[in-house]
């Protein structure tokens, strides 16, 4: 076993994370992953494709677009480089290596189509790759999207998918044992942006006289708000919300963080961004305050 391996189970806590695509990680689990690797964790991110399909905000990199045919996932993969060091996080990897599963887009357009996205490829396959970070990092928690995939992308579903599979192949003995020994994830959490934060949000963004994007949106009907009676637990870390903000902006081809719904006040947007809100899935809630769980590892015993 090489010496990182050995480190890695003499870790206490061990945090993995599944997300679908470069900035997915910050956006949902910023402050989460911020917070634990501060606190000595060992914290792993895998993120399932290159995003090679994302909309380009920046005109002088317009040129990497998708349709153009050239390098967005090679530039996306050096963003996510920098968000990583931003939030701390030295061990970050691309399930099965950089390129091996292409972003899928949205169900119904053309790239959605292609054999080598990840949305179509074989659920066992992807879910191999897994299995190997699962028996290498050994984690007792790992947080992915919900069933629904958040809000409906292919690739976020995917991973969904690949997360509660892997678990459970990684935990079988007689499953793949040139992959190392077996697995059991203690916890696994769904992402979940709490509802009332929302409404708060929009209601914030239109009594500063926004009246377009965000402002425009009915909390109550929007597909990726989760309803607040579903959240099983929460994560706080105002300390870390700089370094969320900052690490959205090495996004830069695809999140802009001074306007919409980050151009909330500077006071009322600390409130929202510095709390990250989950759902359990898979095992048993540890202790609550105020209804809710604070702590990922709360109830595993070392």
Partial sequence: MPHWARYLLHVTRRLLLIHAHPDDESIATGI???????????????????????????????????????????????ELGEAMNILGISDWRLLGGAGRFRDSGMIGTPPNENPA????????????????????????VAITYDDFGSYGHPD?????????YAAVLAAVPGFKPELG???????????????????????????????????????????????????????????????????????????????????LSNNLGAQIFATEHYRLAVGQLGELVDGRERDLFSGIDA
């Fill in 117 to 140: 996205c990840f949305w179509r490829t074989d659920l066992l396959e992807a879910s191999v790759e897994l299995v190997k970070v699962i028996r290498e990092t050994r984690p007792q």
């Fill in 181 to 263: 020994a077996p697995w059991e994830i203690k916890k696994i959490y769904w992402t979940a942006m709490s509802r009332n934060v929302m409404r708060a949000g929009v209601m914030a963004l239109r009594a500063a006289g926004e009246t377009t994007g965000f402002a425009e949106l009915d909390p109550d009907e929007l597909p990726f708000a989760t309803d607040d009676a579903l959240i099983t637990t929460e994560i706080d870390g105002p300390e870390f919300v700089q370094a969320k903000m900052d690490a959205l902006r090495a996004h830069a081809t695809q999140v802009n963080v001074d306007g919409g719904f980050f151009a």
């Fill in 156 to 164: 976020h579903l995917q991973a969904n998918r690949i997360t509660h």
């Fill in 32 to 78: 989460t992953m911020a917070k634990y690797a501060s606190l000595g964790a060992q914290v792993t991110l895998v993120t399932c494709t290159l995003g090679e399909e994302g909309e380009i905000l920046l005109p002088d990199v317009a040129h990497l677009a998708a349709d153009k045919d050239d390098k967005l996932g090679e530039h996306r993969q050096a």
